[in-house]
């Protein structure tokens, strides 16, 4: 049981980063790969361009999570200079909860679109794999949004019942 936890907790602090870092690896070796054909082998692929494409669709999709797990996403805190630190917990709450209602619309109709392309079988032009496989980036990431985004807000909903106001910044990072 207590290793099943310590496993849970890795995944739970490496998740994104593991997964971001091993689609920059490939998406570099691709294009790297692909540099060397055409300049040393005078030819070149023609799958790896696309596939370095699609990693980096799937890396930026997954990116997201890790910006919403680390705080690193654009904000507006010149309003919470205005505010007291127990309004400014308050408004944060409420900022991950309208970027989760987000969220969940991007799930949603990402999801839909999926289908819509399964039913048209419509596949990429030089790797002839699913396009299915593709569009999945944007919910399969966006779960992930809303999954950080749940934690942070009952992270910061404890602190407020907890009336530690101050350490609401600190929450999600």
Same mark, same amino acid.
């Given at each position: 049981?207590?290793?099943?936890?310590?496993?849970?907790?890795?995944?739970?602090?490496?998740?994104?980063?593991?997964?971001?870092?091993?689609?920059?690896?490939?998406?570099?070796?691709?294009?790297?790969?692909?540099?060397?054909?055409?300049?040393?082998?005078?030819?070149?692929?023609?799958?790896?361009?696309?596939?370095?494409?699609?990693?980096?669709?799937?890396?930026?999709?997954?990116?997201?999570?890790?910006?919403?797990?680390?705080?690193?996403?654009?904000?507006?805190?010149?309003?919470?200079?205005?505010?007291?630190?127990?309004?400014? =917990?308050?408004?944060?709450?409420?900022?991950?909860?309208?970027?989760?209602?987000?969220?969940?619309?991007?799930?949603?109709?990402?999801?839909?679109?999926?289908?819509?392309?399964?039913?048209?079988?419509?596949?990429?032009?030089?790797?002839?794999?699913?396009?299915?496989?593709?569009?999945?980036?944007?919910?399969?990431?966006?779960?992930?949004?809303?999954?950080?985004?749940?934690?942070?807000?009952?992270?910061?909903?404890?602190?407020?019942?907890?009336?530690?106001?101050?350490?609401?910044?600190?929450? =999600?990072?």
């Amino acid at each position: 049981m207590e290793a099943d936890m310590r496993v849970l907790k890795m995944v739970d602090q490496y998740l994104e980063e593991v997964i971001v870092v091993i689609l920059l690896a490939g998406m570099t070796f691709l294009v790297g790969l692909q540099v060397i054909m055409r300049y040393v082998m005078q030819d070149s692929l023609s799958w790896s361009e696309e596939l370095a494409r699609y990693l980096f669709i799937w890396m930026v999709n997954i990116g997201i999570s890790y910006g919403v797990k680390k705080k690193r996403h654009i904000s507006i805190d010149a309003i919470n200079l205005f505010l007291t630190e127990k309004k400014a =917990a308050y408004l944060s709450v409420l900022a991950d909860v309208l970027f989760l209602t987000f969220a969940v619309i991007i799930v949603r109709y990402g999801a839909e679109v999926v289908q819509r392309i399964g039913i048209t079988g419509q596949t990429t032009p030089a790797l002839e794999i699913s396009m299915q496989l593709v569009y999945c980036a944007l919910p399969v990431g966006f779960t992930l949004v809303c999954f950080r985004l749940l934690q942070s807000i009952f992270k910061k909903v404890k602190l407020i019942q907890q009336g530690n106001f101050g350490e609401i910044e600190k929450a =999600a990072g």
